[in-house]
């Protein structure tokens, strides 16, 4: 089971709105409704930001967001701020024996 | 609160054998699956393991199948993972995770632990 492709490093100025994507294939992300998204930054553990696609947990600030699209699923992080400079890591079930891929993560810098 | 203590890691050296343990508080530990998700040191994230709240279901990657066991104790709100054969591949951080549903499929990874360090090298 190959890891999802994500770009290796999006960047935005503060107040920007950027968007990551998450491709996979019609097996993990294009076959269910299982996609998550989780932050992670430099030390410290990853923190589920969008599960379910395009679903908030509590707490979590709604200039997150997430969407799919056939087989690749997009984060947008709108009003970029500087505490959103992290890595960032796209989850999906799959169909496969191991039955949860990650993606190869994208760091995000706030210029 | 949430929490997710994990220990048991150090340095092995390769085709030992190593357990790992995660203590689970602040929620109620027999409803809810658990995950082991490891991260080699620069690197990604990888799935390691899941265990659903009764045991009846386990699933692993297919790098760790048939060295890895998973294993929980809910009187204990314990997680365990038995991990044998240990190659220089599996040295990672290794953190303990809570699904978000009871199953361990399909099903987010809400709360994460600190991780626990294994090194394998001779």
């Known amino acids: 089971q190959s890891a999802l492709t994500q770009p290796a490093s999006v960047s935005g100025s503060p107040g920007q709105s950027i968007t990551i994507s998450c491709t996979g294939t019609?097996?993990?992300?294009?076959?269910?409704?299982?996609v998550s998204w989780y932050q992670q930054h430099p030390g410290k553990a990853p923190k589920l930001m969008i599960y379910d696609v395009s679903n908030r947990p509590s707490g979590v600030s709604n200039r997150f967001s997430g969407s799919k699209s056939g087989n690749t699923a997009s984060l947008t992080i709108s009003g970029l701020q500087a505490e959103d400079e992290a890595d960032y890591y796209c989850s999906s079930y799959t169909s496969s024996s191991t039955i949860y891929v990650f993606g190869t993560g994208t760091k995000v810098t706030v210029l | 609160e949430v929490q997710l203590v994990e220990s048991g890691g150090g340095l092995v050296q390769p085709g030992r054998s190593l357990r790992l343990s995660c203590a689970a508080s602040g929620f109620t530990f027999d409803d809810y699956a658990m995950h082991w998700v490891r991260q080699a040191p620069g690197k990604g994230l990888e799935w390691v393991s899941g265990?659903?709240?009764?045991?009846?279901?386990?699933g692993y990657a297919d790098s760790v199948k048939g060295r890895f066991t998973i294993s929980r104790d809910n009187a204990k709100n314990s997680l365990y993972l038995q991990m044998n054969s240990l190659r220089a591949e599996d040295t990672a951080l290794y953190y303990c995770?809570?699904?978000?549903?009871?199953?361990?499929?399909?099903?987010?990874?809400?709360?994460w632990g600190q991780g626990t360090l294994v090194t394998v090298s001779s």
């Open positions: 265990i659903s709240w009764n045991s009846g279901s386990i």
């Open positions: 995770a809570k699904s978000k549903r009871g199953i361990y499929s399909s099903s987010p990874f809400d709360y």
């Open positions: 019609s097996s993990d992300v294009g076959g269910y409704n299982y």
